[in-house]
C-alpha cells in the first residue's frame, strides 16, 4: 500500500528527530510533504486562490550585484519596517522523476549557523549539518512538495509555484516579505522579490535550498527503496545513463513524471 509518515520516519531516523524536534517550526505541511510524493495529492492553501502579488524591487545598489550569500537583502527589507523576511527555494525541477521540492525560512539573523551558503555549492555531507542547526536556530521553517502526477497535470512551472505556495502557507509565524529564487513569485498575497541566482546571493534563500535540497534527496532514497531498479539514490530522479537504462528496461513507475518524456 502507499507508504506514510510512520513508515518514513522508522527508516529515516533523521526525519523522525527532526518532526518531533522541530514540530512547532514546521507546523502541519511536513505531513503533507511525507504523504505527497506517494499519493497524488497536491499541496493547497487559501493564500493561493486568487491572491495579488506584490511585486517590489530592491533598492537598485543591490540588483546585479554577483556575491556570496548575505543579509543584505533581508535588512533593506527590515529597514522599510518589515520583520519577517522568508527566503523560498525549490529543488526538483528537472529530474524525470520524485516530486518538487519547495522550503520556506525566516532566519534569525543574529543566529547564523557558520558555513550557510548555496546547497549547490556544498557537499551532502555539509547540507547534512546544516540541516538540524537551520531548524534549531530559524525562526521559522516549512517544506511542501508537489507529486509528479500533479507536475504532468499542471506542468513542472505551476507545480514549482503551487509547492513554493505551499511552504509560505506553512510558515508558523506569518512572512511580511518573500524572497525568492529565480524569476516567478508564487500567487501568494505578500510583497515579495524573485532574486536570480538568489540561493547564491541571500541568506534565507540559501537555508531553504539547504531543507529542499536535504529533504528532496531523503524522499528520493525512500522512493529508491521501492523501486530499487531506478537507482534513484544515486541520481535524485535525474536524466543519468543508469536512469535511462533503467526506463527502457522497466519502464516508468508511477512517480515518473510522463510528461518530461
Known sequence: GDWCATGLLRRFPRLARTVVKYAPRIHGIMINFFASPFRSKSVKSDSMKKSAVQKT??????????????????????????????????????????????????????????????????????????????????RAVAVASVPAPIIDRINIRQATLRAMAGALAGLSIRPDVMLVDGRDLPAVALKGEAVIGGDAKVLSIAAASIIAKVVRDDMMTALDLRYPVYGFSDHAGYGTARHLEALRLHGPCPHHRVSFA
Open 57 to 138: 524591487r530592491m533598492p537598485k545598489s543591490l540588483e546585479g550585484q554577483k556575491t556570496s550569500p548575505d543579509d543584505r537583502y533581508e535588512r533593506a527589507w527590515m529597514a522599510q519596517g518589515f520583520h519577517a523576511i522568508a527566503g523560498v527555494d525549490e529543488v526538483g525541477r528537472g529530474p524525470l522523476a520524485g516530486p518538487v521540492v519547495a522550503a520556506a525560512v525566516i532566519l534569525d539573523l543574529d543566529a547564523i549557523p557558520v558555513g550557510l551558503d548555496d546547497s549547490k555549492a556544498l557537499n551532502a555531507r555539509k547540507r547534512a549539518d546544516l540541516y538540524p542547526q537551520i531548524m534549531a536556530q530559524a
